[in-house]
């Protein structure tokens, strides 16, 4: 059974730094597209940033300069990371993954448990 384990998340101060990291495991015999979404208290869940798998990059306008987003084919695993956080990138950070599971006949999209990103001012 596949599995996205998150972890990195934590309580940080205005313009400090968290690097999140997200492992897939499992029987998975192909992953394309891995991203990060967050979700704060009362919104939507958003886009924050996807990489796919030439490393071609996508960053959401609000964390351009700020977060980078990068992965490790070798270990399945995509990073976050988030330099110069505000109070407004308070979240549960969460990873998904494009990936075909071993035996599935078509790819699907796998969602992690969740990360709490909390930034104090």
């Known amino acids: 059974q596949v599995q996205l384990v998150e972890s990195g998340g934590g309580l940080v101060q205005t313009g400090g730094s968290l690097r999140l990291s997200c492992v897939v495991s499992?029987?998975?015999?192909?992953?394309?597209?891995m991203a990060w979404y967050r979700q704060a208290p009362g919104k939507q869940r958003e886009l924050v940033a996807a990489?796919?798998?030439?490393?071609?990059?996508h960053y959401v306008d609000f964390v351009k300069g700020r977060f980078t987003i990068s992965r490790d084919n070798a270990k399945n695993t995509v990073s976050l990371q988030m330099n110069s956080l505000k109070t407004e990138d308070t979240a549960v950070y969460y990873c998904?993954?494009?990936?075909?599971?071993?035996?599935?006949?078509?790819?699907?999209?796998?969602w992690g448990q969740g990360t709490q990103v909390t930034v104090s001012s």
């Open positions: 998904n993954v494009d990936l075909q599971e071993s035996g599935a006949k078509t790819w699907g999209k796998y």
């Open positions: 499992g029987r998975v015999i192909g992953i394309n597209v």
């Open positions: 990489i796919n798998n030439v490393d071609s990059t």
